[in-house]
Protein backbone atom coordinates (compact mmCIF):
# COMPACT_ATOMS: atom_id res chain seq x y z
CA UNK A 1 0.00 0.00 0.00
CA UNK A 2 1.44 3.42 -1.02
CA UNK A 3 0.82 6.00 1.54
CA UNK A 4 1.06 9.85 0.35
CA UNK A 5 0.83 12.79 2.86
CA UNK A 6 -2.45 14.72 2.43
CA UNK A 7 -0.80 17.87 0.77
CA UNK A 8 1.38 15.59 -1.41
CA UNK A 9 1.62 17.30 -5.33
CA UNK A 10 1.10 14.52 -7.53
CA UNK A 11 1.09 15.18 -11.06
CA UNK A 12 -0.29 12.08 -13.60
CA UNK A 13 0.60 11.55 -17.31
CA UNK A 14 -2.06 11.64 -19.04
CA UNK A 15 -0.61 9.77 -22.13
CA UNK A 16 -0.07 6.42 -21.94
CA UNK A 17 3.68 5.03 -21.23
CA UNK A 18 5.92 2.12 -21.80
CA UNK A 19 5.63 -0.14 -18.80
CA UNK A 20 9.05 -1.16 -19.18
CA UNK A 21 10.37 1.95 -18.17
CA UNK A 22 12.47 2.71 -15.81
CA UNK A 23 13.71 5.81 -13.25
CA UNK A 24 15.91 6.88 -15.97
CA UNK A 25 13.57 6.33 -18.54
CA UNK A 26 10.86 7.91 -16.40
CA UNK A 27 12.83 10.84 -15.41
CA UNK A 28 13.65 11.81 -18.76
CA UNK A 29 9.55 11.76 -19.50
CA UNK A 30 9.35 14.13 -16.71
CA UNK A 31 11.39 16.93 -17.52
CA UNK A 32 11.02 16.80 -21.29
CA UNK A 33 6.57 16.75 -21.19
CA UNK A 34 6.39 17.94 -18.25
CA UNK A 35 9.46 20.41 -18.16
CA UNK A 36 9.17 20.02 -14.07
CA UNK A 37 12.36 19.04 -12.56
CA UNK A 38 11.93 15.26 -10.99
CA UNK A 39 14.05 15.95 -8.09
CA UNK A 40 11.66 17.90 -6.57
CA UNK A 41 9.68 16.05 -4.56
CA UNK A 42 6.59 15.77 -6.54
CA UNK A 43 4.95 12.68 -7.30
CA UNK A 44 4.75 11.84 -11.00
CA UNK A 45 2.51 9.09 -11.89
CA UNK A 46 2.49 7.06 -15.30
CA UNK A 47 -0.02 4.40 -16.25
CA UNK A 48 0.94 1.07 -19.17
CA UNK A 49 -0.49 1.41 -22.53
CA UNK A 50 -2.67 -1.63 -21.50
CA UNK A 51 -3.94 0.15 -18.56
CA UNK A 52 -2.97 -2.46 -16.34
CA UNK A 53 0.30 -0.96 -14.94
CA UNK A 54 1.14 2.37 -13.04
CA UNK A 55 4.34 3.32 -12.13
CA UNK A 56 4.72 6.47 -9.45
CA UNK A 57 8.01 7.74 -9.61
CA UNK A 58 9.44 10.88 -6.82
CA UNK A 59 12.65 11.57 -5.41
CA UNK A 60 13.13 11.09 -1.51
CA UNK A 61 16.19 13.17 -0.06
CA UNK A 62 18.54 10.99 -1.55
CA UNK A 63 17.66 8.78 -4.12
CA UNK A 64 14.22 8.05 -6.83
CA UNK A 65 12.00 5.86 -5.38
CA UNK A 66 9.56 3.79 -7.85
CA UNK A 67 6.80 2.23 -6.92
CA UNK A 68 5.19 -0.15 -9.56
CA UNK A 69 1.43 -2.10 -9.39
CA UNK A 70 0.33 -4.37 -12.00
CA UNK A 71 -2.93 -5.77 -11.74
CA UNK A 72 -3.73 -9.69 -12.46
CA UNK A 73 -6.57 -8.79 -13.98
CA UNK A 74 -8.53 -6.08 -15.45
CA UNK A 75 -7.16 -2.32 -15.66
CA UNK A 76 -6.68 1.21 -14.19
CA UNK A 77 -9.71 3.67 -15.17
CA UNK A 78 -8.63 7.08 -15.18
CA UNK A 79 -10.64 10.07 -15.78
CA UNK A 80 -8.59 12.70 -17.54
CA UNK A 81 -8.43 13.12 -20.93
CA UNK A 82 -5.52 12.67 -22.86
CA UNK A 83 -5.02 15.82 -25.13
CA UNK A 84 -3.87 17.17 -21.59
CA UNK A 85 -0.26 16.06 -21.47
CA UNK A 86 -0.61 16.02 -17.34
CA UNK A 87 -3.08 16.70 -14.56
CA UNK A 88 -2.74 17.95 -11.10
CA UNK A 89 -4.31 15.47 -8.67
CA UNK A 90 -4.73 14.91 -4.35
CA UNK A 91 -3.23 12.21 -3.26
CA UNK A 92 -6.29 10.93 -2.23
CA UNK A 93 -8.13 11.21 -5.81
CA UNK A 94 -4.42 8.93 -6.92
CA UNK A 95 -5.24 6.47 -3.80
CA UNK A 96 -8.66 5.86 -5.06
CA UNK A 97 -7.98 5.14 -9.04
CA UNK A 98 -5.27 2.74 -7.49
CA UNK A 99 -7.56 1.01 -5.56
CA UNK A 100 -10.29 0.95 -8.33
CA UNK A 101 -12.91 3.76 -7.50
CA UNK A 102 -14.25 4.85 -10.60
CA UNK A 103 -14.33 8.91 -10.64
CA UNK A 104 -15.79 9.31 -13.95
CA UNK A 105 -18.95 10.77 -12.19
CA UNK A 106 -17.48 11.78 -9.18
CA UNK A 107 -18.18 15.61 -7.96
CA UNK A 108 -15.68 17.72 -5.65
CA UNK A 109 -17.51 19.31 -2.64
CA UNK A 110 -16.94 22.95 -2.26
CA UNK A 111 -14.63 23.33 0.51
CA UNK A 112 -12.98 26.39 2.19
CA UNK A 113 -9.81 27.94 0.61
CA UNK A 114 -7.22 30.32 1.88
CA UNK A 115 -6.83 31.78 -1.60
CA UNK A 116 -10.74 31.87 -2.22
CA UNK A 117 -11.74 35.39 -2.42
CA UNK A 118 -14.95 36.28 -0.20
CA UNK A 119 -17.40 38.33 -1.15
Not at 31 to 36: K, M
Amino acid sequence: MLSLPPGARVFVATARVDGRKGIDGLSVLVRSQFAEDPLSGTMYVFFSRRGDRVRVLYWDRDGYVLVTKRLEKGTFKTPWSVERGRVIIEAAELLLVLEGIDLEGAKRRARWSPHARVE
